[in-house]
């Protein structure tokens, strides 16, 4: 089947590498026996489904390089090509929640491109080839087993083996060297897939970026809005007008917190009220706080005849509105690329980007229904109900999750737990599944977001089918 894009995610971050972009156009043109996800990533179940993607990533390349050109032509291009590649491994460095890569994965491909670091190999008809030996590439990816490495690189389609040997040794020679009609002879690991793929991948780096606007950017800005508007008030506290302005603060607040669920424009709106609403404040503050006639002393006075000083407002408030608490090139270099969008470095796990919220639980685990009800206020306490529910005895083993992953990522850890559990889909035994998540958890290989997407896309069509089973009956 063709490739598709996912309708929803934005386009404006589409590549303006033009070699790359008829790659991915040619792509879309071609029948090919593989199917794609909703990502525009190939699905690739067994070896058969692996060749036939990395034949067709190679006669794409083909088509689109084959003809003769100059070496130097070809350097620029490819220059060009590996540069946005880069780019966008930048951009996902945090893993993607929708298609299911890891923070991990991302930054294992990004080795093997900053390896491949002839610019003509990638605006070539083979494209860039991995043909180090197993200790070079294990030297590059911090002694990890390359094998288990990069099998779910090949898995997601972004590398594929090309001309695999028997003995399994890899081998990288240039033939012609120097010359306009050189090339490359190679046996190991093709990086042509990630070219094919770059519009795919500029795509799905677009839609974390919306996701991390929508459910972690706005709603920190919209809280610091808000906080700075509660410490303008704070030095008029019980004036008819700052009880107005209060309730003010605390309807913008609710709504915040009630557009969780609805679009990045709704999220904008409600930040545009908050940020009107702090300027209107600042304009009447600074009508109520006249300058001292001795400017020089930077001593301010108000109406009421009172000197004051800035005052300090320490606290600070989530989106919700609780109060925390909180005291007041060519060798490889990337040094060149742009620096990549903000991203939340907390949401480690994901789970931010997704816009979860624990009042979910019960849709998406249903083995918690009618057993226990998790509060945010009380995460540590749930996570201890949790482990006795699924049969995990050892407490200390709770801790160290919580240690090692963090008490809202722990939690979500004993949710996938059991729910696997309650399903017959954990082949030991709880404790152990837990174990191998907070081991993935420490080597930055845990995607809870995307299992989040997944369990919601589960509980949809388990409502769809209960409700047709409901009009049939």
Known sequence: MPITCRSGQDRRASSTFGDAVQLGRLLQSVRVP??????????LEDAAAIADWERHCRRLLQERFGQPSTLAHRTAAGRDIRRAVLQVLRRLENGSTSAGITRKQIATLRQLVLMCAREQDWASATGPIVGARNSEIARRLGGRDPAEALKPLIRHGLIAPHKRRGNGHR???VLNKGQDHEMIEASGFAIAPAIVLLESLELIASYEEHLVEQHIALPRQIAATLNEARGLLAPFAGAEWTREAEQEIKSINERSHNAKKGGLERKRAVLDDAEALLARLEARVQGQILPCADSSAGVEIDPLGGETTPHIYSETYDSHGSCSGDPGDRSGNESALPPAPAQCESDEFGISRTGFEWSEVPELFPFTRGMIQIDARYLRP?????????????????ERAIATMGLEAAVMALLVTGQHSA????RRTPEVYLRGLMKRGREKDLNLG?????????SRKAGSTDLTVCLDG
């Open 382 to 398: 749930a996570a201890m109900t949790l482990a006795r529910l699924i049969g995990i005895g050892s407490l200390g083993l709770i």
């Open 450 to 458: 995307h299992t989040i997407f997944g369990r919601r896309e589960l």
């Open 34 to 43: 593989i199917e794609f996800d909703g990502n525009g990533l190939p699905i």
């Open 171 to 173: 081998y990288f020679k």
């Open 423 to 426: 399903d017959g889909q954990i």
